[in-house]
């Protein structure tokens, strides 16, 4: 397996267990689901632009697929 096969699985099996988590999450309780998911962002958001230690392509991808399972939640919850 190549390093970018590596890394590509890595995002994608984040996405997915960050989308599941947070799907559920919106079942149980949709109010304090898209408070979580908002407030959650903003800090992701400053991770992703804190990165002088070098959290390196694996970081970026795990990091990057939460911000993406998080902003399409987002996206389904404000666009019913």
Do not use: C, P
């Amino acid at each position: 397996m190549s390093m970018t096969d590596y890394i590509d699985e890595r995002y994608d099996d984040t996405f997915e267990s960050v989308y599941t988590m947070l799907s559920d999450q919106v079942r149980r309780n949709q109010s304090e689901a898209l408070r979580h998911i908002r407030q959650t962002l903003k800090s992701l958001y400053v991770r992703q632009g804190n990165d002088w230690t070098g959290r390196g392509a694996i970081g970026n991808a795990s990091l990057d697929a939460s911000v993406a399972a998080h902003e399409a939640v987002l996206a389904e919850l404000t666009s019913s």
